[in-house]
């Protein structure tokens, strides 16, 4: 069995943004990009797949500018086999992503695409599920466990007020959730084993795929900053100013 | 044209966020010059479908009753409404949902099933096409104007009202012949958090735990009773949760539940960025927290430094 997983270059975790001054987006120069997080879940949790004999291979795929190469060696460090560019300076929006996807989930037949809930950068939720769409696949998001056997995927699923299991037919779709796994760290000997492993590179006319946004982004502000407030001596303070201050209690 | 709302409910009753984006939809049919139609996809879920007919608001309410729909699964609900909105006799110009996992899982879906883009988690409504939306853990907002035919957006739901419950001679409830059951996904089971408190979404004071806590037994003795004395709801931070010290439906944050309730009191709890975008919306926030350098007291009204073991029981015995 095949698995696709597809991994985001975005802003790093730890990094807090900057809106630029003329509103025309966040600042990116010279800030430190990692791998989506959410996206290192879904390469860890493949490759556990491949390591308990369920998974052959397991192929990263990356969307973006040249650098994502990096983003594409960092998860053939945690164990993808290969990795497939799809390069474009071009802005890319989920729904292009997703159709980008498609046409090499076409090509390559993966049973199992497994990605990250949400990028961290433009918090969309929306890749995977326009992805399993476009397929006819079934989906299962927001995992927090995941069987694969005979055939099919059993998923346990973050929902709002608790947990939901799902038994779904392959191929499917799986985007992951906070606790799936702990991502290990690629090992110093990992980071050059994966320099050597095959990486090809595809541009968005060849897959015949159309990326021109659909959404035209007007302006990016920054949101009103909230003053810190005052500190409290002790809890009579506390439950004074609640009280009579901010009338909350 | 109309702006049709998929209805988030437990086939009894609509879940809360609903109303919210029912409230989403109300302004952008002013905006857009349309009314609001309510899409219930369920099993006997005629009470769920009756409480949306009584919502200010709702023009319509379309019910599609089946037993392939008890689960609700992504797959067959978007096929169902997709078949509404590309039935020429609907004429839907937007559809909404709320921002709730319910709604993220379903309506991209939609989305791409109609060959449109989705706008997630929308704040404002700027005009009919024009959307405000946080992007980077809230720590940016963007004006994103769509150039498609049917904007297709999931709501913010702590970022409108909810619907008042005024509409007392009730909208037309029609029944709707059921879409395809595509059989790709079966439901096993759910195992939902057992709580009298209010939900998380939907409480006015919330009182969240962090790694400050120490140990699941210390959240639960020490949060609880101050919950429940405040009639507030449980959350926690990332950290908390990863530790097991309360369950994963509990978590505030960028990745988990967005709140704003009236009164957000943080406990232990550093105040990771992360953290911060999921509360910091919240009208008034208190921080309780023994290093007075934690970032969390940079968005409390009220910080109090010092033991949260011995502040925590005293807070409790002083309110109510």
């Given amino acids: 069995m095949k698995i696709l997983v597809p991994v985001k270059r975005v802003v790093d975790y730890n990094v807090k943004v900057r809106v630029k001054s003329d509103g025309t987006g966040v600042d990116i120069a010279n800030v430190k990009m990692s791998m989506n997080p959410f996206d290192e879940i879904a390469i860890e949790e493949a490759v556990r797949l491949k390591e308990a004999g369920i998974a052959t291979e397991v192929v990263a795929v990356s969307c973006g500018v040249a650098a994502c190469q990096e983003t594409l060696r960092a998860a053939m460090a945690i164990g993808a086999d290969r990795g497939i560019l799809v390069e474009t300076d071009a802005e890319l929006q989920p729904l292009a992503v997703a159709k980008l996807l498609k046409a090499l989930c076409d090509k390559e037949a993966p049973q199992l695409v497994i990605c990250g809930k949400q990028a961290i950068d433009d918090d969309s939720n929306q890749t995977g599920q326009m992805l399993a769409a476009l397929m006819s696949w079934p989906q299962a998001t927001f995992a927090s466990k995941l069987v694969v056997a005979d055939g099919a995927a059993t998923v346990t699923r973050e929902i709002d007020g608790g947990l939901e299991t799902l038994e779904i037919k392959l191929p499917a779709v799986v985007s992951t959730d906070l606790r799936l796994n702990e991502p290990r760290y690629a090992t110093l000997p990992n980071i050059m084993k994966a320099k050597k492993k095959p990486l090809d590179t595809v541009k968005p006319a060849e897959l015949g795929v159309d990326v021109a946004p659909r959404l035209a982004t007007l302006k990016v502000v920054e949101p009103a900053k909230r003053s810190a407030g005052v500190r409290v001596a002790d809890v009579a303070q506390l439950v004074d100013k609640l009280k009579n201050e901010a009338k909350v209690i | ?320």
Avoid at chain 2, 143 to 164: H, Q, W
């Fill in chain 2, 1 to 320: 044209m109309a702006i049709l709302v998929i209805a988030e409910h437990d086939n009894a009753s609509l879940k809360a966020a609903t109303l919210n984006a029912v409230a989403a939809a109300t302004e952008l049919g002013k905006a857009a010059g349309g009314e609001v139609h309510v899409l219930v996809a369920g099993a006997n879920c005629a009470a769920a479908a009756a409480e949306a007919a009584k919502l200010a608001g709702v023009a319509k309410v379309r019910v599609a009753d089946a037993a392939h729909y008890d689960a609700q699964t992504a797959e067959n609900v978007a096929a169902l409404v997709v078949a509404l909105i590309a039935d020429k006799a609907g004429d839907y110009s937007h559809l909404v949902a709320p921002g709730t996992s319910y709604g993220k899982n379903v309506t991209p879906r939609v989305a791409a099933l109609l060959d449109v883009a989705q706008i997630s988690d929308v704040v404002a409504i700027e005009a009919a096409d024009t959307f405000q939306r946080p992007i980077y853990a809230g720590n940016a907002l963007a004006t994103v104007k769509s150039a498609d035919r049917v904007k297709v957006l999931t709501v913010r739901t702590t970022a409108f009202e909810a619907a008042a419950v005024a509409n007392e001679g009730g909208a037309a409830v029609e029944a709707l012949v059921a879409g395809p059951d595509l059989g790709v996904a079966k439901l096993v089971g759910r195992e939902l958090t057992k709580s009298a408190r209010p939900e998380l979404g939907a409480a006015k004071i919330i009182v969240s735990g962090g790694r400050g806590l120490g140990s699941g037994e210390n959240y639960h003795k020490l949060l609880e009773p101050l919950a429940d004395k405040l009639g507030a709801a449980l959350g926690a931070s990332r950290a908390a949760v990863d530790a097991g010290f309360a369950p994963n439906d509990y978590q505030v944050g960028q990745t988990g539940k967005i709140v704003a309730p009236q009164l957000y009191i943080a406990v232990g709890v550093s105040g990771a960025i992360q953290h911060l975008a999921g509360m910091k919306d919240s009208k008034v926030i208190v921080a309780i927290n023994k290093d007075p350098e934690a970032p969390i007291f940079q968005v409390a009204d009220y910080g109090l430094v010092g033991d949260l073991f011995e502040i925590v029981p005293e807070l409790t015995n002083a309110v109510g």
